[in-house]
C-alpha cells in the first residue's frame, strides 16, 4: 500500500519534471546536431554551432554589454538598498512594513507600462537617456530591488542589530564603523545570493531593453532576438550558453542560501 | 543694567532653542540615507506610473477622456484585452493545477531527490522571454520535434504554436516552475495527522482533499493565483519573440503603440495601461475578498 502510493507520487514528480525538461533538453541536441529537418531525430552530431558562436564578434560584444549592465545595475542597487535597509532596521523599524508594500511595485506593474512612461519622460531630456545603457541600470535596479530588500531584510532580522551595533559604540567604534566592519560581514552570505539571484533575472530582461534601447545598445536577449531569422541550430547554442551562465548563478545563490540556513 | 540682563536671558533662551533644534534635527539625520534610494525609486519608478496616469487623461494637449472612449470603441483594442485575459486566465489555472499536483507528491519524496527538483525548478522558472519562445519553435514548430512525433502517433492533425493554443502551451509552461515554488511552502499547513486521522474515520482520499487539504490550502492557491495571473498578463518578450508582435495581446498593442513604426500614441499606450493596471486590482479585490471569506484565510 505505502509501497504503491510512493509509486504513484514518483510517477506524478517524474513525469511533470521531464515535461519540464523536454524544452531545454531539445534545445540542447538541436544546439549539438548537424541538422535536424523534419525527422524526429537529428542526423548526426557536431561542435561547429558553438564555435561559431563563441568566435561572433557581435556575440562576444553583446554579452560584454550584458554583463557591464548587469554588473553595473547590481552594484548602484546594493550601494542604495544596503544603507538604506540598515536605516529602517535600527532606527525606524515600523517603515518595513511601508517598504513591503513599495517594493511591490516593481512587481505589480508590468514593465510594459512602466516603459510608456520612461519612453516619454526621458527621451527628450536634456540628458540623452533613452537609448543608453544608463536608463537600462536606473530601470534594472527596480527589478532587482525586491529580491534584494526582502533577502537583505530576512538576514538583518536573524542577527540581533541593536545588541551588535551598541556593543560596537560601548567600544568607542561610529555607527558607520560598526556598520562596516561587524554588520556587513554578517550580511554577506544573504546579499551574495540575491545579488547572483538577481544576475540570472536581469540577463534574461527584454522587455525594457528592446522598447528603451533596442539596437541602439545590443544587449544579449536583443542580440538572441535579432538572431531569429539565422539558423536555429546556431540560436540554440545562444540558448544553451545563455542557459549556462542561469545555471551557474541560481546553482550558487541556491549554495549559498543553503549554507546560510546551517 | 535690569535690560541688560534681561536681553542676556533671551539669549541664553534662544541658544537654548537652537540647540534644541539642532539636536532634533542630528535625530533626523539617518533619513539622509534614504534620499539616494528615494531619488533613483522616484525617476525609475514613480515618475513613469505618474506620467501614465497622468497623461492617460490628456488628448491632443487637452483633459479628456478620449483615450479611454477610444480603447471601449475599438474592437481591435478589445480583442487585445480578451485575448489577453483568456490566456492569462486558463494558464493560470492550469498551471496552479499541475503545480500543484508536483509539489503535493514531491512531499511525499525523500529529501534529495525532492531538493533537486526544487532546484529545478527554480532554474526553470528563469527559462522564459526569448529563449524559451525559440526552444518552443524547436520543439512544437511546424517541423518541431514533437509535433512530427505526436503526428505519428496520431495523436494531433495539425498543431499551430503560432495560435492561441500554441500560446497557451508556452504560458502554461512558463507558469509551472513560479506556482511550484510559491505553493512549496504553504503545503507545509498539511500536517500528516490531520490525513491519518481522517482515513481512520473512514474518509477516502478524495474525501480528505475536499474536506481538509483544499479548505486549508486555499488562501495560498489563491494568492499564487493572482501572482500567476499578474505574471501573464503582464508578459511580453515570449509573445513578442513567437509571433514577432503579431498576436494580439494588451502588452503587445501597449508596446507597439510607444515603440511601433508607425502611429505613435503614447497617451492612447497609457490609457490602456490604467485599464490593465485596474483590472489587475480588480481581480486582486475579488481575490483578497475570496481569501477573507475562506476559514483558513482568518
Redesign the interface.
Known sequence: MENSKQFVHKGVVYSITTLLLIPILATFIYSLSSSWGATILPDGFTFKWYSSLLTDPRFLDAFGRSLFICIASLLLATLLVLPMIFVVFYYYPKLDKVMNLLILLPFAVPPVVSSVGLLQLYANSSFQLVGTPWILIGTYFTIALPFMYRAIANSFTAINLKDLIDAAHLLGATTTKAFLLIILPNLKKGLLASLFLSFSFLLGEFVFANILVGTRYETLQIYLYNMRQTSGHFTSALVMTYFAFIFLSTWLASRLTRGNNQ | MNTDRIVQQDQRKQDIKKTRVFSKLANYK??L??I??AF??Y??????????FI?SFVYEGKWSLENYHEIFNSSFILQSFHNSVWISFWSSLIGLL?AA??VS??R??NSR?KEA?I??????S???????A??????LGT?G??T??LK?WGIIEDFNLYSRWGLLTLYI?FQ??LGALLLYPAFDALKKDAYEAAALLGASSFRYWIKIGFPILSPALLGTFIILF?NA??A??SV??LTSGNYNMV?IR??SL??GDLFLE?NL??AI?VV??LL?AFITAINQWLISRSYYGK
Request: hydrophobic letters at 70%; glycine letters at 2%; proline letters at 8%.
Open positions: 539617518p533619513i540615507w534614504f539616494p534610494f533613483f525609486f525617476l525609475f519608478q514613480i515618475a513613469p506610473m505618474i506620467w501614465v497623461n499541475i499536483l508536483l507528491s514531491l511525499h519524496l531527490i527538483i532546484a529545478f525548478t527554480n532554474m526553470s528563469n527559462f522564459a522571454g526569448v529563449p524559451l525559440f526552444a518552443f519553435i524547436i520543439i517541423n520535434a514533437v512530427l512525433l505519428q509552461y509551472i516552475p499578474a498578463i503582464g511580453y518578450a513578442y519573440a502588452t501597449v508596446a510607444v515603440s503614447p499606450a497609457a495601461s490593465l493596471m489587475l
